[in-house]
């Protein structure tokens, strides 16, 4: 199972209402990025910088267990 299909739905659609259409390469950077891997630990410090720039605020982590794990982004069945 692929990242992306690991990751809220919520999420996803944040990402698609705020970055999509004006930030179309970064959007589709970070749909191949999730798309690529299978867990979020295997998502390069790039990544996740470029993941988290594009984010509304109230999907960042919440400290460093959420930012280490991926909580903030995974649906809770896929959280450690």
């Known amino acids: 199972m692929k990242l992306i299909d690991q ?21 589709r950077a970070i749909v191949t990025s999730l798309s690529d891997i299978e867990k979020y630990r295997d998502l390069t410090i790039a990544q996740v910088n470029n993941l988290l720039t594009f984010l509304p605020n109230e999907y960042h982590p919440n400290g460093r267990t959420d930012f280490y794990y991926g909580d903030y982004l995974l649906q809770k069945k896929y959280q450690i």
């Open 7 to 27: 990751v809220k739905p919520e999420v996803l659609r944040a990402l698609d209402r705020h970055t999509k259409i004006q930030y179309s390469s970064s959007y």
